[in-house]
């Protein structure tokens, strides 16, 4: 089983600029997300992710995941191939971005991309309460520990790593946080 480690930053407006700039010609696909809620509200929520490159047809599974936290930071990740279509049940939430990686910006042992949330929505950062035009902007390093540590993020990102709000499946169901809200 696979051990994630990473860091979570929200791209404020002051930095949306040089963040959209570094799309141009990244390699990108776009992703929808359907989290399942854990059966009698105890444990993980499953995600079921299909994942293709931008202008590419959906491929003919979806993957699904299971998310376990450790106590050391990280979280043990669970995954296995489910064949589409699927029917989802009452209560799955949906997130739809595209996620482009950022190979300028990753460090050796980790990998560094950029996400593009198409829905939910924000109308403000959910960080600052600036304005937004267009979507929320998410960054994510994940790999090695010591690379993921190590790893300064540019101007403007603000790091939102442990913060369970920010979490896509917490975004998928609940919408954006509320600027200065107290942390999850």
Request: proline content about 14%; charged content about 20%.
């Amino acid at each position: 089983m696979p051990i994630e480690y990473e860091r979570k930053f929200i791209v404020t407006p002051e930095a949306r600029d040089a963040a959209l700039a570094l799309l141009e010609g990244a390699p990108a696909a776009r992703i929808v997300d359907a989290y399942l809620p854990p059966r009698s509200g105890v444990g993980p929520a499953l995600r079921l992710r299909v994942e293709a490159p931008v202008g590419e047809p959906d491929p003919p599974t979806a993957v699904a995941c299971a998310k376990v936290p450790r106590a050391d930071g990280a979280r043990d990740e669970l995954e296995w191939d489910v064949p589409l279509p699927l029917a989802l049940p009452d209560g799955a939430a949906m997130a739809l971005k595209t996620r482009a990686s950022l190979v300028g910006l990753s460090p050796a042992g980790a990998a560094c991309t950029l996400d593009v949330y198409m829905c939910p929505g924000a109308a403000a950062c959910p960080i600052t309460g600036e304005p937004l035009q267009g979507p929320v902007l998410v960054a994510e390093v994940e790999g090695d520990r010591s690379a993921v540590d190590a790893w300064t993020p540019p101007a403007g990102w603000r790091e939102v790593t442990g913060r369970l709000e920010f979490g896509a499946g917490a975004v998928a169901r609940c919408g954006w946080p509320t600027p200065g809200a107290p942390p999850a």
